[in-house]
């Protein structure tokens, strides 16, 4: 019965520019509203995860972007729905400035700042993994739960 429950996957960017961290503000008119995450956007079907990822941030922030490595994926199981969530590093050129196309504000955000921000869970548990942090079960333990994170190199403790 589980495989009825639709599946989507979303891909994230990672995008730090001297020792900070680009977050969107979802929209209010979007599940989740208000919440903040890495720039990130659904895989329409037949295109790659890059493909999608640079549309999105074109679409999102106004920004062309080179993706690089994934570091992150996580699986999240919300009411009616999963989310396969796999977050890459991303980079844009030092001239593009984002800027908030479709989505309600934007931030760059030093690594220590990212508590101050409400995420959504899929997004809280990958941050929580990308920085080190072990929160007790509060909403972001469930058992069906996959989180991993690819040895990349993503230091976001530093800065």
Known sequence: MKDLVPHIRVVAAVIEQEGRYLITQRGST?????LWEFPNGRVETG?????ALRRELRERAGVD?????????????YDGYV?????YRAT???TQKPRP????DLRWVAPHEL????FPPADQATTDLLLGINRDARS?????NVMRSADSGLDLQSG
């Open 140 to 144: 972001s333990r469930q058992d069906n």
């Open 65 to 77: 972007v080179e993706v690089g490595a994934a570091v992150a994926h996580r699986t999240h199981d």
């Open 115 to 118: 508590e101050n921000y409400a």
């Open 47 to 51: 295109e790659t995860d890059e493909a």
């Open 92 to 94: 844009t050129a030092p």
């Open 101 to 104: 196309v479709r989505v309600a």
């Open 83 to 87: 989310v396969d969530l796999v977050l």
């Open 30 to 34: 979007v599940a989740l509203a208000g």
